[in-house]
């Protein structure tokens, strides 16, 4: 497995503001995942791209894919207070194999 | 469904002692993964196991470390003669059992601090 390489290290925004965090890889991959992490508490999985694949959305949050590139970028709108947490994107180039966490996303969402 | 399930989620042991981390995967998983985050760091891969098997140890400590995942109950993370070096919240995740299990599901974790 491959670590993701997560831009910005940390990111301030506004509720209701719109929050875009990169994400760049190095080899090719099946597919990419975001998670995210509230402070003190497990990893819960966000979304899953997959190689052939260049956006895809659930709810408010938008992930591209660029594999020419080997990049991702994940795009949560409307920003809410409750967003605020650590991301992390994770390249895959299989399945049942251990994740590769780099030092992830710090967003902070003010109320 | 009942998610990832670890206990206890909190443990206090005194160096020299020996702690256990227990997991219960999600119901029809039998894939299992520890990780450990030490304080201010990313999560890190420890030992990849199915049922009775380890698959892939290659984050594991070499020493004082061990883990299972019997036919029966809970996967079981064992430190021996901890350190206060080993104080970290301890996550397990699991994926199902379907030829294309990407996704794994972690539990809450378990913060142990060493005295």
């Known amino acids: 497995s491959q670590q993701g390489e997560e831009d910005p290290q940390a990111l301030s925004i506004q509720e209701g503001e719109n929050a875009t965090m990169n994400c760049s890889y190095k080899?090719?991959?099946?597919?990419l995942q975001w998670y995210r992490q509230n402070s003190g508490r497990g990893l819960v999985h966000l979304i899953l791209?997959?190689?052939?694949?260049r956006e895809k959305h659930s709810g408010r949050l938008r992930v591209t894919l660029d594999t020419s590139k080997k990049s991702s970028s994940l795009l949560i709108t409307a920003s809410r207070a409750a967003d605020t947490a650590s991301y992390f994107c994770v390249p895959l180039t299989g399945a049942n194999s251990k994740l590769t966490f780099g030092k992830g996303i710090t967003l902070s969402v003010r109320p | 469904n009942a998610g990832v399930m670890q206990n206890p989620r909190h443990l206090v042991r005194r160096r020299g002692q020996e702690a256990r981390l227990r997991c219960s995967p999600m119901?029809?998983?039998?894939?299992v993964y520890w990780y450990r985050q030490l304080p201010e760091e990313g999560l890190k891969f420890m030992v990849y196991?199915?049922?009775?098997?380890?698959?892939?140890e290659s984050g594991m400590p070499k020493e004082r470390f061990s883990a299972e995942f019997p036919k029966e109950g809970p996967s079981i993370l064992r430190i021996q003669q901890v350190v206060r070096g080993d104080s970290a919240a301890y996550f397990c995740a699991s994926s199902p059992d379907t030829p294309r299990a990407e996704t794994q599901y972690f539990g809450p974790g378990t913060r142990l601090l060493v005295l």
């Open positions: 791209i997959r190689s052939n694949e």
């Open positions: 119901k029809g998983h039998s894939h």
């Open positions: 196991l199915q049922k009775e098997n380890i698959i892939d």
């Open positions: 080899t090719s991959i099946n597919n």
